[in-house]
């Protein structure tokens, strides 16, 4: 059983802290206290941007970084939909709704994901996520805790916390993930360009071509880049 009364003072002091990391600082203890294996918090735009602000571990890390790369998955819809998606088991039946997430996501040790997202009014900023190795829904007190952690982490975010990401918080992650998401962008940049559609659309142009093609939308994205392939307006 959660205690919510403790878990929102650990919150609060973290977030009266001003670490450097304070969203990635609420993440990690949210997953402590609420016994969940990891947790990310993921910036999102609507016009496509998606940046992994702060991971606990590498399967945090990798299971955002996929989403990113395929454009679908829970974090991505808890963000578009504006509401909680909660994924017991993502083997189960409710994987087929991202059916390229559901099939990259087998080769690591995520049984459930569950994702909040970090919104206030019509604002959103992106989403706290956490990841299990078993299956199993949230308890109550579970789901009331991380949904108070959203809260408290978007308001770190709107208070102007620095987001900066402190090495505790980036494990699994290394300079090729930020050189990989740069080629992406860029390409988007490209496409966007050529095709005159905005930067989302060219994203989305992006990952259908990958799809298209059986191929992953960073070799896509760095034929783009070096100019060996050019995606016609439609």
Request: hydrophobic share 50%; proline share 5%; glycine share 8%.
């Amino acid at each position: 059983m959660v205690d919510l009364a403790a878990l929102h003072v650990r919150l609060q002091a973290g977030v009266a802290s001003g670490a450097a990391d304070t969203p990635g600082m609420l993440a990690r203890i949210c997953a402590s206290e609420l016994a969940l294996n990891g947790a990310m918090v993921t910036l999102m735009t609507e016009t496509g941007h998606h940046e992994l602000l702060s991971a606990t571990d590498g399967v945090a890390a990798e299971t955002d970084r996929l989403q990113f790369l395929l454009g679908e998955g829970p974090f991505v819809e808890a963000f578009r939909s504006r509401r909680p998606i909660l994924v017991a088991d993502l083997g189960g039946p409710a994987s087929s709704r991202w059916p390229m997430f559901a099939k990259a996501v087998s080769t690591i040790p995520a049984a459930a994901v569950f994702a909040f997202p970090l919104q206030a009014g019509a604002a959103r900023a992106g989403t706290l996520g956490f990841w299990r190795a078993t299956v199993g829904p949230l308890d109550g007190t579970q789901l009331a805790g991380a949904l108070l952690g959203a809260d408290m982490v978007l308001r770190a975010l709107l208070d102007g916390a620095n987001p900066t990401v402190s090495a505790a918080s980036t494990a699994g992650r290394d300079t090729a993930l930020s050189s990989e998401r740069a080629v992406v962008y860029q390409a988007s940049g490209m496409v966007a360009e050529q095709c005159r559609i905005p930067i989302g659309a060219a994203l989305a142009r992006l990952r259908a071509h990958a799809f298209a093609t059986d191929r992953s939308i960073t070799d896509v994205a760095a034929d783009v880049v070096a100019r060996r392939l050019r995606l016609a307006p439609e």
